[in-house]
C-alpha cells in the first residue's frame, strides 16, 4: 500500500525556521555517487541539476523565490545514502532528484516519505522503487522490467541461436536487471547457457572469462555498471574472445569508453530515447556545450525531474507536499524530456527502452 505518513510538529517547526533563515528560499537537492567508482554519474546529476537551478531561477524562480540546491553523496552506498536523506530533512529541503543506484534510492525513499519529501528519481530503474515506495515517489526514467523485457526480446530475435551468459553484481540494480532479461528471454522459448553472479569493485575478472570462453559464449549480458562491465570486455579481448557484451543503461558514460578503449566497439545497450537528440532540447544541449559539459547519460533527466517540480509546485500554489501530488498525479509537465506525466505508480508516462552501440568512442541508435 502506497502511503505519506504525516509530518510531525517538530519538522514543520524546523522547516518554518528554515525558511526564515534562508529568506523564504526553496530548498531542494540532487543525491547519487558523488565519489566512489560511479562518480561519473554523480557528476553528470550535478550538472543537471545545477543548470536547471540557475536557469529557473533567471525566468523568476518558483513561486517568486529562488531555489537553492543541496548536493548529496550517497557513493550508490544503501547505508549512505539514508544517513544522506536524514541530512536533507535536516537542511529543509522539499524536494529530492535523485538517488541514482536503486540500492540508494530504495533505502532512502523511506526516510522521504516519512518526513514529507518529494522523491523524483532520474536513474533508479528497480521496479520496487515506485511498487512499494510511498505516493511521494516518482521517477523520470524507465523500469527494469521495461528494460529487460527489450533487451530479453532482442537477445532471442538476434542471437537467439548464439551461447547467451547472463552475470550480474548482486546490487538491486544488477541483479534486478539481469534477472528482468533472463525471463524476458526465457518468455521466447530461448535460454542462457551460463548464469553467474560477480563482484563488483574487483579489478581482475580473468577467472570468469575464462569460465565463459570454456563454454564458447558469444553473447554476454552484464547486469551491472559501466566499470566491471569494461574491464570485462577488455579481459575478454585480451584473452582472444570476440564475445558481443550487451548491458543496460549504465554503460551511457564516456567513461565506459576510457575503460575499455578499441575493445568496447560494438557493445550494445538500453537506454531511454536520447534527449539529446529532441530538437527542442537544442538550445539547452548547447548551452551545456558551450560550458564544456557534454549532456550525456542522465544530465538532462536530473534537469527534467527539477523541472517537473518546479512545474508542480507552480501548479499548486505552494510546496505543500499534499498539494504538489495533486498535480503531480493529474498534469503533463513540459520538460526537456518532452512531455511527460505519471501513472498511479509514479511510473512515467512516456517512450520505452531503445538499443544503442558503441562505435570510435559514442554510442547512438542502433540502426
Known amino acids: ?42 557528476a553528470q546529476m550535478k550538472a543537471g541539476a545545477e543548470q ?32 544522506v536523506a536524514n541530512q536533507m530533512v535536516n537542511k ?5 532528484a535523485g538517488h541514482f543506484c536503486s540500492g540508494s534510492s530504495i533505502p532512502a525513499s523511506s526516510v522521504y516519505e516519512e518526513e514529507g519529501i518529494l522523491q523524483i528519481s532520474p536513474a533508479s530503474t528497480n521496479p ?29 530475435s538476434v542471437y537467439g541461436d548464439k551461447n547467451i551468459a547472463i552475470i550480474h553484481d548482486k546490487t538491486a540494480y544488477g541483479k534486478g536487471l539481469a534477472d528482468e532479461t533472463r525471463k524476458a528471454l526465457k518468455a521466447t ?26 563454454n564458447a559464449i558469444d553473447v554476454l549480458y552484464v547486469g ?11 579481459q575478454m579481448r585480451e584473452q582472444g574472445m570476440k564475445t558481443v557484451l550487451v548491458s543496460g543503461d549504465a554503460l551511457v558514460t564516456d567513461e565506459y569508453w576510457s575503460i575499455t578503449g578499441a575493445a568496447g566497439e560494438g557493445t ?13 532540447a537544442a538550445p539547452l ?19 527534467g525531474a527539477v523541472q517537473v517540480f518546479a512545474q508542480a509546485a507552480e501548479a499548486a500554489g505552494s510546496t505543500d507536499l499534499d498539494k504538489v501530488l495533486a498535480k503531480m498525479n493529474s498534469m503533463q509537465f513540459k520538460t526537456v524530456l518532452g512531455e511527460v506525466g505519471f501513472d498511479k505508480k509514479g511510473d512515467v508516462t512516456a517512450p520505452g527502452y531503445v538499443f544503442y552501440q558503441w562505435k570510435d568512442g559514442q554510442y547512438d541508435y542502433v540502426k
Open 1 to 42: 500500500m502506497r502511503r505519506i505518513k504525516a509530518l510531525s510538529a517538530g519538522v514543520l517547526a524546523l522547516g518554518m525556521l528554515g525558511a526564515s533563515a534562508s529568506h523564504a528560499d526553496i530548498v531542494i537537492a540532487t543525491a547519487g555517487p558523488m565519489t566512489g567508482q560511479y562518480a561519473s554519474f554523480g
Open 52 to 83: 536547471a537551478v540557475a536557469d529557473i531561477n533567471a525566468a523568476g524562480g518558483v513561486l517568486g523565490q529562488k531555489l537553492v540546491l543541496e548536493i548529496g553523496d550517497d557513493a550508490c552506498d544503501p547505508k549512505q545514502a539514508v544517513a
Open 92 to 96: 529543509g529541503v522539499v524536494f529530492m
Open 128 to 156: 520496487k522503487l515506485t511498487d512499494e515506495g510511498g505516493d511521494n515517489v516518482f521517477r523520470v526514467c524507465g523500469r527494469d522490467d521495461q528494460q529487460g523485457q527489450v533487451a530479453g526480446e532482442y537477445l532471442a
Open 189 to 214: 522459448g530461448k535460454s542462457e547457457k551460463l548464469y553467474e553472479a560477480y563482484t563488483a569493485g574487483e579489478k581482475d575478472y580473468s577467472a570468469l572469462v575464462s569460465k565463459l570462453k570454456k
Open 224 to 234: 551491472g555498471y559501466h566499470t566491471e562491465a569494461g574491464l570485462i570486455v577488455r
Open 268 to 280: 550494445l545497450m538500453t537506454f531511454s530515447p536520447d534527449p539529446r537528440k529532441n530538437p527542442d
Open 285 to 303: 544541449v548547447k548551452k551545456f556545450r558551450d560550458n564544456n559539459i557534454e549532456p550525456e547519460g542522465y544530465v538532462l533527466y536530473t534537469y
